[in-house]
């Protein structure tokens, strides 16, 4: 077995034992990430919802990639793609609302799609305008994710060094306890149930998107069952000693 072959298998076995070690944790996020495949209930794909879909659908595999990504103790990995999944979010709700392919690209001279230059400012201040309350949560994670996970830092670095008295060592996975993996298995959760809430309200302002009746009341659950996890974590000992 070469080295590709070992990790994979590795990254597989990390899965499973990820599971067993944080299994509420992993349940009930997993259940959050799979509502996504059911969250809407008519999936149209026609010239009005081509923008939603596409974007809606890069927050649905980002969210599965991140929770992978933090299993297989890859946590640099798993904030790289929760940051795409809530830029994605973000243009998924304004594309709701200014669905014209047009509005989004243009096709240059050489026949290359391109994305309009100010499509990221704009759609940051239609959020900023119509849900203030969304687009601080999502400021305030991704400034997280700039901060220690965006770019190359030193602390990032300790997550992959072994350190004891007599030897220092590197490794491909990171050195965090499972304590730590659930609460970042509990973030990605908790911001998969608040991009959903977002892009529900945003649709209920312009009748393009059908979900499911039962949306509100599954969210108002899957928050339940976050909120649950989240006490569970506060009265652990490693986040006990914080007042959060």
């Given at each position: 077995m070469d080295w590709l072959e070992e990790l994979s298998d590795l990254e597989n076995r990390l899965v499973i034992e990820g599971n067993e070690a944080a299994k509420d944790f992993f349940d009930t996020v997993k259940s959050i990430i799979e509502y996504y495949n059911i969250a809407i209930k008519d999936k149209n794909f026609d010239e009005e919802t081509e923008m939603f879909n596409l974007f809606f659908f890069q927050v649905r595999n980002s969210l599965m990639l991140a929770f992978l990504s933090v299993l297989r103790l890859h946590t640099i990995q798993s904030h790289l793609m929760l940051r795409y999944a809530l830029e994605s979010a973000v243009l998924a709700g304004y594309a709701i609302h200014h669905s014209d392919r047009s509005v989004f690209l243009s096709i240059n001279e050489l026949g290359h799609a391109i994305e309009h230059k100010n499509l990221k400012k704009i759609s940051k201040k239609w959020?900023?305008?119509?849900?203030?309350?969304?687009?601080?949560?999502?400021?305030?994670?991704?400034?997280?994710?700039?901060?220690?996970?965006?770019?190359?830092?030193?602390?990032?670095?300790?997550?992959?060094?072994?350190?004891?008295?007599?030897?220092?060592?590197?490794?491909?996975?990171?050195n965090h306890s499972y304590e730590i993996i659930k609460s970042y298995i509990w973030e990605i959760g908790m911001l998969s149930i608040t991009i959903l809430e977002f892009i529900h309200k945003a649709s209920q302002e312009k009748d393009i998107i059908t979900f499911q009746e039962t949306i509100e009341m599954d969210l108002e659950n899957f928050k339940i069952e976050s909120n649950s996890l989240r006490e569970q974590l506060l009265n652990s000992e490693v986040f006990s000693k914080y007042n959060i």
């Open positions: 959020i900023e305008r119509h849900f203030p309350e969304y687009s601080e949560t999502i400021k305030r994670h991704k400034e997280i994710i700039n901060q220690y996970s965006a770019h190359a830092n030193i602390i990032s670095t300790y997550t992959n060094m072994d350190l004891s008295e007599s030897y220092v060592s590197y490794k491909f996975f990171d």
